[in-house]
Nanobody, 132 residues
Framework: QLQLVESGGGLVQPGGSLRLSCAASGFTLDYYHIGWFRQAPGKEREGVSCISSKDGSTHYADSVKGRFTISRDNAKNTVYLQMNSLKPEDTGVYYC?????????????????????????WGQGLQVTVSS
């Protein structure tokens, strides 16, 4: 069974940093694109950042460019999201998801409006709160 487990969320002050981790079990990340999505109360889900398993290419939402960095460690079967210069509008529940790389592009994965159950794997989510 494909599973993704997120960790690293919490409460941080504006301007602070957090690093989220997405650990995969039951499959290897080598053949999957991995994406981070977030959901804020009253707002539509947003694709924050995605990374390709094939060539390491990345996609970022305009709202996080220059502040967030996505990376992967295939040896640890884990993808990370380094979030710097956090803003209150970054608050939300963050999810990681997996899509088989031959099915879609990393950009299309990030901008997808598909339901969570239409991805190959979808994590349980974790809360990130940016507040003073």
């Amino acid at each position: 069974q494909l599973q993704l487990v997120e960790s690293g969320g919490g409460l941080v002050q504006p301007g602070g940093s957090l690093r989220l981790s997405c650990a995969a079990s039951g499959f290897t990340l080598d053949y999957y694109h991995i994406g981070w999505f977030r959901q804020a109360p009253g707002k539509e889900r947003e694709g924050v950042s995605c990374i390709s398993s094939k060539d390491g290419s990345t996609h970022y939402a305009d709202s996080v460019k220059g502040r967030f960095t996505i990376s992967r460690d295939n040896a640890k079967n884990t993808v990370y999201l380094q979030m710097n210069s956090l803003k209150p509008e970054d608050t939300g529940v963050y999810y990681c998801a997996a899509d088989q790389w031959g099915i879609t592009t990393v950009q299309n994965m990030c901008i997808s409006t598909r339901g969570a159950d239409e991805f190959d794997a979808w994590g349980q989510g974790l809360q990130v709160t940016v507040s003073s």
